[in-house]
Structures are given as C-alpha cells and as structure tokens.
C-alpha cells in the first residue's frame, strides 16, 4: 500500500497549475500562508516529519521562512532533523523558501541530501569491514582441501575433512547472504518510498520464518500482541530485522526453552520485544554486539554459524526507519531486544 498524498483542505484555494506543477517536481514541497500555517505538503512532507497539525516542527526551517517573509527575498539553508523521535538517524536537508508574487504565501522547496552522503560512507568502508571476514572460511577451505588431498589414501580422514568443508562452506554461504542484505540496506533509504504496514502482521510473518529453527532446537516461539500499531518503510527489511532477533534468540537459548515475542504501543512509539531463557550477555559487552562482526564468544558463534552481521543488521533497519534497538541482559537468565519505530500518524489524518 502506497503512502497517501498529504494536503490540506486549504490546498484547494491555490491556483490549480499551481498545485500540478508542485506535484511533478521531484523535491518536496510545502506552501505556507501567514502564521506558517501550511496550506500545501506534497506527496512526501509526511515522511520527513517536519509538520505536525499543520505546522513546522523544525526551529531551523521555521527561521529561514521567516526572513523570507519579512525580507520579501529568497533563502537557501542546509538543516538537519532527525529521522523519527527516537534513535539516532537523522536527515540532511536542503531547503529553499521562496516569496510568491503578489501574495502572502512561501513555497518551501526540499531536497534531501542523506542519501548521497551515505553512500558516499558505504563505498569508503564497505569494502574494509568485508575482507577480513571473508579471508576465515576462505582460508579455511584451502586448509581443508589441502589436508583432503594429502589423506587421499585414509576414507575416515577424508571423510573428517570434507565434513568440515562442508561446514566452513555453509558459513561461507551465510556470511555472503548477511554481507548482501547489509548492502542493500545501506544502498536505499526505506523512507524515499514508503508503505504502510501493521506490526503484528510483520511479526506474524517473521515467526512464521523462524519455526524450522526453533523446532529443530526443540525451542517454542510464543507472540502475543497489544495493539496493532501501523509503520512506515520497506516491509522486507523490517522482516528481516525481527526475524534477525527471533534467530539470535534462538541459536543462543538451551533446548526445550521459551522464546517470546510481543508488541506494544505507547506515547507514538510501537514497540516489538523479543525475550530469551538463553546465556545472557556480560553489561561491558552489550554497547558492543551492534557493531558488525563483533561476537561476544567467537567459539558459540563458529558453532552455531552466527556471522557476526545480524545484530548490526537490526541496528541498520531501525535507524534507518527512524526508530532504535535496545537490550536488556542478564548472564544466565536471558537477554530481552526491543526494536522501537515511530507509529505511523499521516499530517492531516482525522
């Protein structure tokens, strides 16, 4: 489902060449008429969050239109807001406010510059987080094709080896989906085209991917829900976060435990935890585990094939959806994630 345009029913008394020209421009765009009162906002103004009841939220903006206002001359600022009310994303913004001939209104064109900036950062440190990790099972394998060769004659040696292979290839092969998904998270803004989704209906789906795991580890997923708050953004990625959760949980529990999802609202933030009976994780490591390829016990992680990349993965998608991933821990008793994204509440929406 596609976000609605946003207008107000003001919009209506603009010239309607006005208002189709606006439409066609790739910036976003407000119009706003004395008292900053807002009686244009383009398709995306909703999700950039810099109204609310018909007003500018940001200092900044709110500044620079009025200067124009009482200088009758153009003005164009840089500004910076952050992605939602909560975590530490933000947005890059260049704006242009523009006095209309004879009239009292300020048109407010807006270009966000995050996106390039961000690739930008992508392509500079991408490829040195990746080269070091890939070098472990790479070099792995030609150790082990190595020793298979030279015990050619012994089919219990062979055999030891090549299950081995086996296991480093299956690392291999996960680490490269991880490294794919972290690129792809990092190479588009879930914000620029967003849709609507329930969290219960994410969660449900997340679940859903996670039985073949949790049944094999004799482990029982159990969801439970208060509300069904709506978000906005990329519908695979915030999947992909859950699911990253729920697995983590999983792969760091004993057999025959509990793993239990559950969604809240409250005060605009929809809150989706995922708590475990697992080992827990010491507090000097817990401001750690976002950072990619970071494991706080590399052993357990060889074991259960953890890439060191899901975590960060999470952290990604709830910044780049306005919101932030919190833990609480405690060593031998279990470890409870809170992914926290901004509800989704459109400007004008009754």
């Given amino acids: 489902m596609r976000l609605r345009r946003s207008e107000s029913s003001s919009a209506r008394e603009l010239p309607r060449i006005l208002i189709e020209t606006l439409a066609q421009l790739d910036q976003d765009s407000l119009v706003l008429a004395p008292g900053e009162v807002c009686t244009y906002a383009s398709h995306g103004i909703d999700r950039l969050g810099i109204?609310?009841?018909?007003?500018?939220?940001?200092?900044?903006?709110?500044?620079?239109?009025?200067?124009?206002?009482?200088?009758?001359?153009?003005r164009t600022g840089n500004i910076n807001i952050p992605?939602?009310?909560?975590?530490?994303?933000?947005?890059?913004?260049?704006?242009?406010?523009?006095g209309l001939d004879n009239s009292e209104l300020i048109l407010v064109l807006i270009s966000d510059e995050s996106e390039a900036q961000r690739v930008h950062e992508v392509r500079r440190d991408f490829v040195a987080n990746i080269s070091h990790e890939l070098k472990t099972p790479i070099g792995a394998l030609s150790l082990l094709s190595e020793a298979v060769l030279s015990a050619k004659n012994e089919p219990e040696s062979v055999e030891k080896f090549a299950s081995r292979m086996q296991h480093e290839a299956k690392r291999l092969t996960e680490l490269v989906q991880e490294i794919i998904n972290l690129s792809?998270?990092?190479?588009?803004?879930?914000?620029?085209?967003?849709?609507?989704?329930?969290?219960?209906?994410?969660?449900?789906?997340?679940?859903?991917?996670?039985?073949?795991?949790?049944?094999?580890?004799?482990?029982?997923?159990?969801?439970?829900?208060?509300g069904d708050a709506v978000v906005i953004g990329d519908g695979d990625q915030l999947i992909m976060a859950i699911h990253n959760l729920i697995e983590n949980a999983i792969n760091y529990s004993p057999e025959n435990t509990n793993v239990s999802v559950t969604t809240d609202e409250k005060n605009g933030i929809a809150e989706?935890?995922?708590?475990?009976?697992?080992?827990?994780?010491?507090?000097?490591?817990?401001?750690?585990?976002?950072?990619?390829?970071?494991?706080?016990?590399?052993?357990?992680s060889r074991e259960t094939g953890g890439t060191g990349l899901g975590l960060s993965i999470v952290k990604h998608v709830a910044t780049n959806h306005g919101g932030e991933i919190t833990v609480w821990s405690s060593q031998n008793v279990g470890s409870t994630f809170a992914l926290r994204l901004p509800v989704y509440s459109p400007e004008g929406a009754n």
């Fill in 51 to 74: 109204l609310k009841d018909g007003r500018i939220t940001s200092p900044e903006l709110l500044a620079l239109v009025r200067v124009v206002r009482r200088t009758k001359l153009s």
């Fill in 83 to 98: 992605r939602g009310p909560i975590g530490e994303g933000s947005r890059d913004l260049t704006v242009k406010a523009i």
């Fill in 184 to 226: 792809r998270l990092q190479d588009t803004d879930p914000l620029q085209v967003a849709s609507e989704f329930h969290i219960n209906d994410l969660v449900r789906e997340a679940v859903d991917q996670c039985k073949t795991t949790s049944e094999a580890k004799r482990i029982t997923i159990t969801a439970s829900t208060n």
């Fill in 272 to 300: 989706i935890s995922v708590a475990d009976q697992g080992i827990g994780i010491a507090e000097q490591e817990q401001e750690r585990i976002f950072e990619r390829f970071y494991r706080v016990d590399p052993a357990r």
